[in-house]
């Protein structure tokens, strides 16, 4: 059933150079698909056999479904992506969806790495680098990240059939918090998260219930999938010596396993197609029966029509009659409802008249007194309500006024506040600042302290006067000279002039020493430029030695790639030494040893020349550095040159001063 060479498409068509399987002891992960070996202890590699996934032409034909991390054809040129990645709200929409998978899937604990909100607006290099592995841990648990992050994701965004990997280059990789290139990896983060998301759903079968809608059938296929990964588990665990026998005899449990769960599957198809057969036979007769008399068949039809035309008539006037009666049904609620309402009042006007008349008999009034006491009530009650009306009037033009006095007042307050804040700023406030000269500026309002504005005065008479801020004493308001401890018109407004005028002579001096710094400044600035000039120049020549290292680092990954290649081929001619083990064991042992011996000079080989090249860059680097600290040496004894030349300057214009300043005295 299975043979020992690996059959159909597998990661080697994908772009591996060397892929080797790990043990199945641990079954809960899925195996990776990503390029590169994968990791296992060096005690498991000597105690199991070697196995290397390997393409071979298919005996059956070819197969009729691709695999889902197959490299597809790629569009010419860079393409398009629709998402507005670059819109600031966009990008704090997908950074928070990552930011709470991330929380609710435990990526802190498991990567010992904190993140904030701050990490999707500008993060660092680690931190996208512990993102990025996490999530394509959470697509492929079993892969082991060995090299530079710029080296693993270009491989594995091919894998992953990224619709826009072109546009993720090596260059933009070793700075992806740069403002130019960051959106471009929060919407590739993103598009690995949904990428998760699916498949925890497909793991989970959230999607059987979309495919049973559409007439697709998934329970053959997981049945198919758990059959092979449990055989194929159990098949790489056996010893490599293991015959045909044995193989038969740890498969078969799968293979009756598998039969049993397609059995039970299968059984409500069986019991379905049991009843639809008996729903056919009985349709089958009913249809022999109607055949025999069908002459009746037209009349039965017309009658059938007619009666359904009447059933429609009959629907429309049963549905005019149900909501008639509704209605009339609702009427009459209400109307008894009014009924008793109205009833219940007249028993009570009634009884209080019958106790109003009890009442007046008992106290021997006339109806005459009864009218003139009525028609006295009436007139004070009409009395009454205008005074109350007016009272409200004057309460509410009251409280208006107070609240407009309110608001004037603490509109004055805030001016007095602005006004302190701006005295303290250019040095008025305190009486000790520069500008103050001793005076006292700070403005203060002088009025009670406690507002109570809940109430006026006419309508509170008895309330606490003093607590009132609007009032000086309980009956007189405050005059406008009161309220400032300061007379601004005068004698504040006369030193404020006297201040700007003194402020204003010292703006002239400042801005014609200003002017003087501001031309020497120039002259500085067009230096810095020169050197600056040579500076980028230098830094051309360093991107060439650069991007001739990426070529020379480019050539040995082609080396070791043929090194590889050449490992793989001596490999597989083991493998097929020991498939044709029949005759002289001894004989392959033999050429197995050779093998050996030839991998490990290959390896030597390898290693000697990657220690070269290291030698190399190394020479390089150095060459490097010792020229930036040679150009670095230059501009701080530039810089020193510039700054001497500055201060003698300054110390000839400072003589010259003290020089005026002697002959003036």
Same mark, same amino acid.
């Given at each position: 059933?299975?043979?020992?060479?690996?059959?159909?498409?597998?990661?080697?068509?994908?772009?591996?150079?060397?892929?080797?399987?790990?043990?199945?002891?641990?079954?809960?992960?899925?195996?990776?698909?990503?390029?590169?070996?994968?990791?296992?202890?060096?005690?498991?590699? =000597?105690?199991?056999?070697?196995?290397?996934?390997?393409?071979?032409?298919?005996?059956? !034909?070819?197969?009729?479904?691709?695999?889902?991390?197959?490299?597809?054809?790629?569009?010419?040129?860079?393409?398009?992506?629709?998402?507005?990645? &670059?819109?600031?709200?966009?990008? %704090?929409?997908?950074?928070?969806?990552?930011?709470?998978?991330?929380?609710?899937?435990?990526?802190?604990?498991? *990567? &010992?790495?904190?993140?904030?909100? %701050?990490?999707?607006?500008?993060?660092?290099?680690?931190?996208?680098?512990?993102?990025?592995?996490?999530?394509?841990?959470?697509?492929?648990?079993?892969?082991?990240?060995?090299?530079?992050?710029?080296?693993?994701?270009?491989?594995?965004?091919?894998?992953?059939?990224?619709?826009?990997?072109?546009?993720?280059?090596? =260059?933009?990789?070793?700075?992806? !918090?740069?403002?130019?290139?960051?959106?471009?990896?929060?919407?590739?983060?993103?598009?690995?998260?949904?990428?998760?998301?699916?498949?925890?759903?497909?793991?989970?079968?959230?999607?059987?219930?979309?495919?049973?809608?559409? !007439?697709?059938?998934?329970?053959?296929?997981?049945?198919?999938?758990?059959?092979?990964?449990?055989?194929?588990?159990?098949?790489?665990?056996?010893?490599?010596?293991?015959?045909?026998?044995?193989?038969?005899?740890?498969?078969?449990?799968?293979?009756?396993? *598998?039969? &049993?769960?397609?059995?039970?599957?299968?059984?409500?198809?069986?019991?379905?197609?049991?009843?639809?057969?008996?729903?056919? +036979?009985?349709?089958?007769?009913?249809?022999?029966?109607?055949?025999? =008399?069908?002459?009746?068949?037209?009349?039965?039809?017309?009658?059938?029509?007619?009666?359904?035309?009447?059933?429609?008539?009959?629907?429309?006037?049963?549905?005019?009659? %149900?909501?008639?009666?509704?209605?009339?049904?609702?009427?009459?609620?209400?109307?008894?409802?009014?009924?008793?309402?109205?009833?219940?009042?007249?028993?009570?006007?009634?009884?209080? /008249?019958?106790?109003?008349?009890?009442?007046?008999?008992?106290?021997?009034?006339?109806?005459?007194?009864?009218? /003139?006491?009525?028609?006295?009530?009436?007139?004070?009650?009409?009395?009454?309500?205008?005074?109350?009306?007016?009272?409200?009037?004057? &309460?509410?033009?009251?409280?208006?006024?107070?609240?407009?006095?309110? /608001?004037?007042?603490?509109?004055?307050?805030?001016?007095?506040?602005?006004?302190?804040?701006?005295?303290?700023?250019?040095?008025?406030?305190?009486?000790?600042?520069?500008?103050?000269?001793?005076?006292?500026?700070?403005?203060?309002?002088?009025?009670?302290?406690?507002?109570?504005?809940?109430?006026?005065? *006419?309508?509170?008479?008895?309330?606490?006067?003093?607590?009132?801020?609007?009032?000086?004493?309980?009956?007189?308001?405050?005059?406008?000279?009161?309220?400032?401890?300061?007379?601004?018109?005068?004698?504040?407004?006369?030193?404020?002039?006297?201040?700007?005028?003194?402020?204003?002579?010292?703006?002239?001096?400042?801005?014609?020493?200003?002017?003087?710094?501001?031309?020497?400044?120039?002259?500085?600035?067009?230096?810095?430029?020169?050197?600056?000039?040579?500076?980028?120049?230098?830094?051309?020549?360093?991107?060439?030695?650069?991007?001739?290292?990426?070529?020379?680092?480019?050539?040995?990954?082609?080396?070791?790639?043929?090194?590889?290649?050449?490992?793989?081929?001596?490999?597989?001619?083991?493998?097929?030494?020991?498939?044709?083990?029949?005759?002289?064991?001894?004989?392959?042992? +033999?050429?197995?040893?050779?093998?050996?011996?030839?991998?490990?000079?290959?390896?030597?080989?390898?290693?000697?020349?990657?220690?070269?090249?290291?030698?190399?860059?190394?020479?390089?680097?150095?060459?490097?550095?010792?020229?930036?600290?040679?150009?670095?040496? %230059?501009?701080?004894?530039?810089?020193?040159?510039?700054?001497?030349?500055?201060?003698?300057?300054?110390?000839?214009?400072?003589?010259?001063?003290?020089?005026?300043?002697?002959?003036?005295?």
């Amino acid at each position: 059933m299975f043979q020992r060479s690996s059959s159909g498409n597998n990661l080697a068509e994908m772009g591996m150079s060397s892929v080797k399987r790990t043990s199945f002891q641990n079954s809960g992960g899925r195996k990776s698909y990503a390029p590169g070996q994968m990791g296992r202890s060096s005690a498991e590699g =000597s105690e199991r056999r070697s196995s290397v996934y390997r393409s071979r032409t298919s005996t059956n !034909g070819p197969m009729g479904h691709q695999s889902f991390f197959q490299q597809a054809p790629q569009p010419a040129g860079v393409p398009h992506d629709p998402r507005p990645l &670059k819109d600031r709200v966009y990008q %704090n929409k997908i950074g928070q969806e990552l930011l709470d998978y991330m929380a609710a899937n435990n990526f802190e604990m498991e *990567m &010992k790495h904190m993140l904030s909100q %701050n990490t999707m607006r500008s993060p660092t290099q680690k931190d996208f680098n512990f993102m990025f592995q996490w999530l394509y841990h959470r697509i492929d648990p079993s892969y082991r990240f060995q090299k530079g992050i710029d080296q693993e994701v270009p491989p594995i965004l091919v894998q992953l059939r990224y619709p826009y990997q072109k546009s993720i280059t090596k =260059s933009s990789l070793s700075a992806v !918090g740069s403002q130019n290139s960051w959106h471009l990896f929060l919407g590739l983060l993103h598009w690995m998260m949904q990428l998760a998301q699916m498949l925890d759903g497909y793991g989970a079968s959230q999607y059987d219930d979309a495919c049973a809608e559409t !007439g697709v059938d998934v329970s053959g296929d997981r049945i198919i999938f758990g059959f092979l990964s449990g055989a194929y588990r159990d098949w790489l665990s056996m010893d490599e010596d293991a015959g045909d026998d044995d193989q038969d005899r740890v498969l078969a449990p799968h293979v009756g396993a *598998m039969a &049993k769960e397609f059995d039970m599957a299968n059984s409500k198809y069986l019991d379905e197609l049991q009843i639809l057969e008996g729903e056919h +036979q009985r349709l089958q007769k009913e249809i022999e029966i109607l055949e025999k =008399s069908g002459s009746d068949v037209a009349t039965l039809d017309r009658n059938f029509k007619i009666m359904e035309e009447d059933k429609v008539k009959f629907e429309e006037f049963d549905n005019r009659m %149900n909501q008639k009666s509704e209605k009339y049904e609702a009427r009459i609620q209400f109307l008894q409802e009014e009924l008793d309402k109205v009833m219940l009042e007249l028993k009570e006007a009634e009884d209080e /008249r019958s106790n109003l008349q009890r009442a007046v008999d008992d106290q021997g009034i006339s109806m005459a007194d009864i009218d /003139r006491m009525t028609s006295e009530r009436e007139r004070l009650q009409k009395g009454i309500e205008s005074t109350s009306q007016r009272l409200e009037e004057a &309460k509410k033009k009251v409280t208006e006024k107070e609240g407009e006095a309110s /608001r004037k007042l603490e509109d004055l307050e805030r001016m007095v506040d602005k006004y302190n804040s701006l005295g303290y700023q250019i040095g008025l406030i305190p009486a000790t600042a520069v500008n103050a000269k001793g005076k006292n500026y700070e403005l203060h309002v002088t009025v009670n302290e406690g507002p109570n504005f809940s109430s006026s005065q *006419m309508g509170a008479s008895g309330g606490n006067a003093d607590s009132d801020r609007l009032l000086a004493d309980p009956v007189t308001g405050y005059q406008p000279a009161h309220i400032l401890n300061l007379d601004l018109r005068g004698q504040v407004k006369a030193s404020f002039s006297s201040l700007r005028k003194e402020i204003s002579e010292r703006r002239t001096v400042a801005m014609d020493e200003m002017m003087k710094h501001h031309d020497l400044l120039d002259g500085i600035k067009e230096a810095i430029e020169d050197k600056r000039g040579e500076v980028e120049a230098l830094e051309h020549r360093v991107r060439a030695a650069e991007e001739e290292y990426e070529k020379t680092k480019e050539v040995t990954t082609t080396q070791k790639l043929a090194s590889d290649t050449q490992i793989e081929k001596m490999e597989k001619e083991l493998a097929k030494m020991r498939a044709g083990l029949t005759e002289s064991v001894q004989l392959m042992e +033999q050429r197995e040893m050779n093998t050996n011996i030839e991998y490990e000079q290959l390896t030597l080989r390898a290693n000697a020349l990657r220690e070269e090249l290291h030698t190399e860059i190394e020479k390089m680097l150095n060459d490097i550095i010792k020229f930036k600290v040679h150009i670095q040496k %230059n501009l701080e004894e530039y810089e020193g040159f510039v700054v001497d030349e500055v201060e003698h300057e300054l110390g000839g214009d400072e003589e010259g001063r003290e020089d005026t300043q002697d002959v003036e005295i």
